[in-house]
């Protein structure tokens, strides 16, 4: 399958600071890339829809101006979490769709994923 | 509100045995269903999709859908302790955006 790959796997700061992380597709084509957010013991939760050269669609909830994404290029989408706070930690994966037209979530890969934690 | 409810176990089932995970979904329009699997730390990879009704087999793994019930559900056959993870249901509510169920945790006895 294809392969979507996350950097940095984990990222520890400190309260205040702000943290990029990116998510890139190696080998192939995503107009679409998707950033998840996953607590401890808790299912995914989708916290918006990166769109290459357009602005970032975000889910209920979800503050657009502390969580920005740039998705700039067909192969890199960019999460920055902006003055994180311990609230914040947890574990953020991303995605990125092959083809368009297809049935969804099977033509969907994921990245390894990227545990930040802030002190 | 969509929403997709899983057991969140744990699951125990002896090596060998046939471990039989489900999920109910409230969306009677969904038409296609994901199963993936996650160990602790990692992301999800998937396992499997159905859209039909009926059973779709692949491998140890069989999925299995039922429309009219709102249930689809994941048989592992000869679970083995390399099976341990967190399963997670899936349903699209728009083109690849995917609504997750809060994960079933196995765990394969040797």
């Not at chain 1, 299912?43 to 101006?65: C, F, H, I, P, R």
């Amino acid at each position: 399958g294809a392969v979507v790959s996350q950097h940095p796997s984990w990222v520890i700061c400190k309260s205040g600071t702000s943290v990029k992380i990116e998510c890139r597709s190696l080998d192939f084509q995503a107009t679409t890339m998707f950033w998840y957010r996953q607590f401890p013991k808790q299912s995914l939760m989708l916290m918006a829809t990166s769109n290459e050269g357009s602005k970032a669609t975000y889910e209920q909830g979800v503050e657009k101006d502390k969580f920005l994404i740039n998705h700039a290029s067909l192969t890199l989408s960019t999460l920055t979490v902006t003055s994180a706070h311990p609230e914040d930690s947890s574990f953020y994966i991303c995605s990125a769709s092959q083809t368009s037209g297809g049935q969804g979530g099977g033509e969907l890969f994921f990245g390894e994923g990227s545990r930040l934690t802030v002190l | 509100q969509k929403e997709v409810e899983q057991n969140s176990g744990p699951l125990s089932v002896p090596e060998g045995a046939i471990a039989s995970l489900n999920c109910t979904y409230s969306d009677r329009g969904s038409q296609s269903f994901f199963w993936y699997r996650q160990y602790s730390g990692k992301s999800p990879e998937l396992i499997m999709f159905i859209y039909s009704n009926g059973d779709k087999e692949d491998g140890r793994f069989t999925a299995q859908l039922n429309k009219a019930s709102q249930y689809v559900s994941l048989l592992i056959r000869d679970s083995q302790p390399s099976d341990s993870a967190t399963y997670l249901c899936a349903v699209p509510y728009s083109s690849y955006k995917l609504i997750f169920g809060s994960g079933t945790r196995l765990l394969v006895r040797p």
